[in-house]
């Protein structure tokens, strides 16, 4: 699958998600809706999707367009503000109005962010980039994926350098410690094409 493929799918489900969390119910009635686990399904999912995103996405961005830096600069960014979001809610309480604050907020920033990447990077990035290289990079998203970290890490720089070795080591930690709290049971599926 090539990349922009594959970041497309993992876009839909994301923005799934967040269509169900738009106006999630708060105090008592988040705590019984089942609000924890959708939110810790959406954690997961962004947490990879973003390193993934600044292990090899962005940095190809950098390389092959002309104003590569500034558009990913401004993408790593808004992918910044939205992990110490999803920090927010994974320290969090459903209900609680922190919570409420920061998922409200999350899902804003998650759907800009998305329409951001859709509308002004793909574009260029399409046009810059040869069929096969979109396709070497999808196969590189892919295999990432699997172990990416789970959990968002809002203090880890966001370069590519750190995310390959510190990003790999910490990726493992969340893997055991989701494994061990039966967390690993709600990490949502990769992205297929339909």
């Keep these: 699958m090539d990349a922009l493929t594959f970041l497309r799918q993992d876009h839909k489900s994301v ?6 969390l738009d106006g999630a119910p708060s105090g008592d009635g988040a705590t019984s809706s089942g609000l924890s686990t959708m939110v810790t399904n959406l954690v997961i ?8 995103e600044e292990q090899f996405f962005w940095p190809a961005v950098r390389e092959v367009l002309d104003d590569g830096d500034a558009l990913a600069d401004r993408a790593v ?3 910044q503000e939205g992990k110490k979001l999803l ?4 320290d969090g309480v459903p209900g609680d109005p922190d919570y409420q604050e920061a998922l409200k907020a999350f ?3 998650g759907r800009d962010h998305i329409a951001y990447e859709q509308e002004v990077v793909w574009p260029a990035f399409e046009a ?5 290289d979109l396709m070497k990079m999808g196969e590189k998203l892919e295999a990432a994926k699997k172990v990416a970290p789970t959990r968002p890490h809002p203090d880890t720089p966001p370069s590519p350098g750190v995310l390959k070795t510190m990003g790999m080591a910490t990726a493992m930690v969340d893997h055991v410690r989701d494994a061990v709290t039966g967390r690993a049971a709600e990490n949502p599926p990769d992205p297929q094409i339909h």
Excluded at 45 to 52: F, L, T, W
Excluded at 128 to 132: G, L
């Design 107 to 109: 899902v804003k920033a």
């Design 77 to 79: 960014q808004q992918e």
């Design 87 to 90: 920090q927010r809610l994974e």
């Design 128 to 132: 810059a980039v040869s069929r096969e």
């Design 15 to 20: 923005l799934g998600m967040l269509e169900v």
């Design 45 to 52: 999912a962004e947490s990879q999707h973003e390193a993934i």
